[in-house]
């Protein structure tokens, strides 16, 4: 199994990971975008567990895309569609007949401006990752406002490791998920 390459600020964690693509729902053959891609770790879990999904991963930072390049090399991700620019402004830039079924939203500069165009985009469902408070509070009363709000989950991890012939548990730093849903889905689940 390859290693996955790391970049400031990631990869997220792995149950971060699960907790994160659990709440979307994925499904086969869809368009997924992974704004704020850092290590493209959420697109490689996510293309494990759905068929043919189509990846759009976006990241302001050279190095994220060129890691994340990197790592989707590593892990046999091809056609990929790694775009290195802000992510708000990419998204407003996404061709009208385009569309984003699903969004991991795992960088929050200009939270706003993301939510809206994924509204925008009509998106069937999106996760928020955040660690800072003033984040969520932004993201939550926005996604409200958009009416797109679902639930926030506040999820506390800790791994084990040896200390002194024996096992203590050393927490990870809390991280909290904002769950979006589009209700405007004409009751097609298909992509």
């Given amino acids: 199994m390859p290693e996955l390459l790391h970049v400031s600020g990631g990869p997220t964690k792995p149950e971060i ?3 994160s693509l659990s709440k979307l729902k994925l499904r086969d053959g869809c368009n997924f975008y992974d704004v704020g891609c850092g290590t493209g770790a959420v697109s490689i879990e996510a293309s ?12 302001a930072r050279q190095e994220a895309i060129e890691v994340a390049r990197k790592n989707f090399e590593n892990f046999n991700l091809e056609d990929v569609n790694l775009i290195h620019g802000e ?16 969004a991991f ?3 929050t500069k200009n939270i706003d401006l993301i939510l809206e165009a994924l509204v925008e985009k ?5 996760v928020i990752n ?14 409200k406002e958009l ?13 084990s490791y040896p200390i002194t012939g024996e096992t203590m548990l050393k927490p990870e730093n809390p991280v909290f998920i904002l769950v979006g849903r589009n209700h405007i889905e ?5 992509c």
């Fill in 17 to 19: 990971i699960a907790i």
């Fill in 48 to 59: 494990k567990i759905t068929r043919n999904l189509r990846i759009t991963a976006i990241d």
């Fill in 87 to 102: 992510s708000s402004a990419v998204l407003k830039e996404i061709p009208k007949n385009e569309t984003i079924d699903y």
């Fill in 105 to 107: 939203v795992g960088g």
């Fill in 122 to 126: 009509k998106v069937k469902a999106f």
């Fill in 130 to 143: 955040a660690v800072r408070i003033e984040t969520v509070v932004r993201a939550m009363e926005k996604m």
């Fill in 147 to 159: 009416d797109v709000f679902e639930e926030l989950v506040n999820v506390s991890i800790s791994h």
């Fill in 186 to 190: 004409n009751g097609d689940e298909k």
